[in-house]
C-alpha cells in the first residue's frame, strides 16, 4: 500500500484498491499505476490513496482463496476498485469452490454490482482492424448497460432432469422483479443524460413475460425519472442487427444480463482488439452517501499465452481506469485527457502485438504505458 502525501488543505484525496490479479493483469496494473503517479505528479486537486492487494490464482497460492476477508474490507474502504484479470492453466485444477473466478464474483455478490457498463469505441487509428467497414465504425462510441445480477443466469429452477422415459431436460429460467429493471434503468437514463440524451431498451417483449415486464417498467421509469431524455424499445434481435448495419445510431442501450452479454461483445467485437475493451460494473448507491461501489477492470483475461513477455496490450485496463475516475472520483476531464492520450498513441503509431499493423512501430507493455503517460503529462502541462 502507498500514499501519495500531500499537504494542501482543498485536496480531494480517492482511495483506490488495484487487484492486478494473474497473468497479464500484473503486468498491465503496472502501467495504471504509473498513470497514477503521473497524475498524481501533476498535482491539481485530487490525490490517491492506493492500495494493492492479492486476488484470483495469486491469493489461492498465498492465502488458499481467491479473494481474503482482508482483501474485502479494503474494497469496501474503497472509492473505486480496479481488477486486472484471474485465472490460468496452474489452477485449472482447483477445486470449483475456490477457483479463480470466485474471488471476481464475490466482490459483485457483495457489493450487489447490477450494472455492467461496456463502452465500445472505435479509435479512427484502429478503424481498419473493425471488420467493418471504416465509415460505419470510425468515432463509434457506444455504450452497453448490461443488468449483471438478475436474469437467465441466475433464476431457479435451474437444472437438468432425467424424465421417466430417459430423456434429459434442461431448464433455465428469466426472472426479473420491478425494482431490479428500475434501478438499471435509471442507471440507463443518467449515463443517456450526460452523453447525448439517447437511450435504447432492448429486450423481447413479443414473446417473453419478462420483456413485457421490462418494457413497461422501462416506459414508467423513464416517464416518472427521465423525461427529458429520448427513450427507444427496440427488440433485441433486431437491436442485434442494427448494431452490425448501422452501429452509430446507438448511443446507450440498456438490457438484461442474457441479452446484454451478447450485445456487449457483438458491439465491443467492431472496435478491434480485446486489449482495447474497458469495462466497469456499478453498485447501488449507499443510502448515506450516494455513493456506489464501483469494480473497473478490462474485458479480457490473464492471457497466459502472452503473460510474462512484456507484450500485452494495457490499454483496456488504463480505460478502465479512466473510467474510474469519470463514474467514481468525479475526474471527468482527466478521464477525458487520458481517453485522448490513448487516442494520440494509437494515431502516432505505435502498436501493441495485439492491434499491429504493417508499417507501424511494434511496441511493449511498458512503452505502451510510458507513451500514454507522456502524453497526459504534456496535456496537462
Ligand atoms: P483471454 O482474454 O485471457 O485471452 C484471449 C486471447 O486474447 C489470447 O490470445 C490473449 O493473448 C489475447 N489477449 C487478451 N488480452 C490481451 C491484451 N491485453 N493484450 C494482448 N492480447 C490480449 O481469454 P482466455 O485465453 O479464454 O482465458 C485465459 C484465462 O483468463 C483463463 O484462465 C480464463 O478463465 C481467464 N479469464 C479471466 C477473466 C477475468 O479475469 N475477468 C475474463 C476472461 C477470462
Redo the contacts with the bound molecule.
Keep these: 500500500a502507498y500514499k501519495h502525501a500531500t499537504r494542501e488543505p482543498n485536496m480531494t484525496t480517492h482511495k483506490l484498491l488495484l487487484l492486478p490479479?494473474d497473468?497479464?493483469?500484473v503486468e498491465?496494473s503496472r502501467e495504471v499505476e504509473r498513470v497514477i503517479e503521473t497524475l498524481h505528479g501533476l498535482g491539481g486537486a485530487n490525490s490517491f490513496e492506493v492500495e494493492i492487494d492479492l486476488v484470483?490464482g495469486a491469493a489461492i497460492d498465498a492465502h488458499g482463496v481467491a479473494v481474503t476477508e482482508e482483501a474485502i474490507a479494503k474494497a469496501s474502504d474503497a472509492d473505486a476498485i480496479i481488477?486486472?484479470?484471474?485465472?490460468?492453466?496452474k489452477?485449472?485444477n482447483v477445486p470449483y469452490e475456490i477457483r479463480?473466478?470466485a474471488g471476481?464474483l464475490r466482490l459483485r455478490k457483495d457489493f450487489d454490482l447490477f450494472a455492467n457498463l461496456r463502452p465500445a469505441i472505435c479509435y479512427p487509428a484502429l478503424a481498419e482492424a473493425s471488420s467493418l467497414k471504416r465509415e460505419l465504425v470510425e468515432g463509434l462510441d457506444i455504450l452497453i448497460l448490461r443488468e449483471l445480477t438478475g436474469g437467465t443466469y441466475f433464476g431457479e429452477p435451474k437444472e437438468i432432469v432425467t424424465q421417466e422415459n430417459g430423456e434429459k431436460r434442461a431448464v433455465d429460467t428469466t426472472v426479473y422483479t420491478t425494482s431490479e429493471i428500475e434501478r438499471i434503468v435509471k442507471v440507463g437514463c443518467d449515463l443517456a443524460r450526460k452523453r447525448s440524451g439517447k437511450l435504447h431498451m432492448a429486450a423481447k417483449w413479443n414473446v417473453m413475460k419478462s420483456g413485457v415486464l421490462w418494457r413497461d417498467v422501462t416506459v414508467a421509469t423513464h416517464e416518472k425519472y427521465a423525461p427529458d431524455v429520448e427513450l427507444e424499445l427496440i427488440l433485441a434481435d433486431n437491436c442485434a442487427m442494427q448494431l452490425i448495419r448501422n452501429p452509430k445510431q446507438f448511443d446507450v442501450i440498456v438490457t438484461d444480463n442474457l441479452f446484454g452479454d451478447v450485445l456487449s461483445d457483438e458491439a465491443a467485437m467492431m472496435t478491434g482488439?480485446?486489449?482495447m475493451l474497458p469495462s466497469a460494473s456499478l453498485g447501488a448507491p449507499d443510502p448515506k452517501t450516494g455513493k456506489s461501489k464501483a469494480l473497473y477492470?478490462?474485458?479480457?483475461?490473464?492471457?497466459?499465452?502472452?503473460s510474462g513477455q512484456g507484450?500485452?496490450?494495457?490499454i483496456?485496463?488504463i480505460a478502465s481506469f479512466a473510467m474510474a475516475l469519470r463514474y467514481s472520483c468525479d475526474m471527468s476531464s482527466e478521464a477525458d485527457i487520458i481517453e485522448t492520450a490513448i487516442a494520440k498513441v494509437l494515431d502516432n503509431g505505435l502498436r501493441?502485438?495485439?492491434i499491429m499493423q504493417s508499417g507501424l512501430t511494434k511496441v511493449g507493455t511498458e512503452q505502451m504505458g510510458k507513451a500514454i503517460a507522456a502524453e497526459i503529462q504534456s496535456a496537462m502541462a
Design positions: 490479479g497473468g497479464i493483469g498491465i484470483g481488477f486486472g484479470a484471474v485465472g490460468g492453466p489452477w485449472d479463480p473466478e471476481l482488439s480485446l486489449g477492470e478490462p474485458v479480457h483475461g490473464s492471457a497466459p499465452d502472452i507484450l500485452a496490450n494495457p483496456a485496463m501493441t502485438a495485439d
